[in-house]
């Protein structure tokens, strides 16, 4: 089937220890979001890629970087991470949204405690 | 500015009691409407997506529902594997082919056994 694939699905890390998160799809779309989703909250859009173009959302802290290297995979890098950090991170795809409205294809997340 | 408001936070029912969520949302030009259903530590999955007033989608137990300024997630005699967060999100006007997605704080359902 095709998919969203994240990985890991938990990682653990050390306050200001730097981290990356994976996120692959295999539906061949334009376009890739990253999303942060705090407890009980709903998704907080933090950047996308429409093919290599980045596009960062204007309050999305420095901290938060990412990579497109091709159409199948995105990186989600955070630089030093805090303890404010800690949330699940919500990797989706979509086809181009110009000509009509697509919904958005999610990864199961990746769950990230800071320590 | 566009916003989503849902209703109510969280939802308690009987297998079998069937009700209704709300969405109330103001957006300049509604370009889609979508529910996504998640489940407690996976991510969103998508249900629905309206794009018009008078617009009924159909899957299982749920139909969603829109008018101007309100949609509805209908649930008729739910199970207990109906349990989850129902998120209701608003399209604004695309950025360079993207999707900015104006999401509710969702609505958290729980169907008794």
């Known amino acids: 089937d095709a998919m969203v694939i994240q990985n890991p699905r938990y990682q653990v890390t050390q306050f200001g220890k730097p981290v990356t998160l994976s996120c692959s799809q295999t539906l061949n779309h334009n376009v890739m979001y990253w999303y942060q989703q705090k407890s009980s909250q709903a998704p907080k859009l933090l950047f996308h890629?429409?093919?290599?173009?980045?596009?960062n959302e204007a309050d999305t802290p420095d901290n938060f970087q990412s990579r497109r290297p091709n159409t199948s995979f995105c990186f989600l890098d955070i630089r030093s991470p805090g303890l404010g950090d800690a949330a699940m991170y919500l990797c989706a795809t979509s086809r181009d949204q110009r000509e009509a409205s697509y919904e958005q294809y999610f990864g199961p997340g990746t769950r990230l405690t800071v320590t | 500015e566009d916003q989503v408001t849902q209703s109510p936070e969280a939802l308690r029912l009987q297998e079998g009691e069937s009700s209704s969520l709300n969405c109330s949302y103001t957006?300049?030009?509604?370009?889609?409407l979508f529910w996504y259903r998640q489940d407690p530590g996976k991510g969103p999955e998508f249900l629905f997506t309206l794009y018009s007033a008078g617009e009924e989608k159909e899957k299982e137990r749920l139909k969603a529902t829109i008018t101007k300024k309100e949609s509805f997630l209908h649930i008729t005699a739910p199970k207990p594997e109906d349990s989850a967060t129902y998120l209701c999100a608003v399209q604004a006007p695309p950025i360079q082919g993207a999707q900015k997605l104006v999401f509710g704080q969702g609505t958290r359902l729980t169907i008794n056994p």
């Open positions: 890629y429409y093919d290599k173009d980045f596009n």
């Open positions: 957006v300049s030009g509604l370009r889609g």
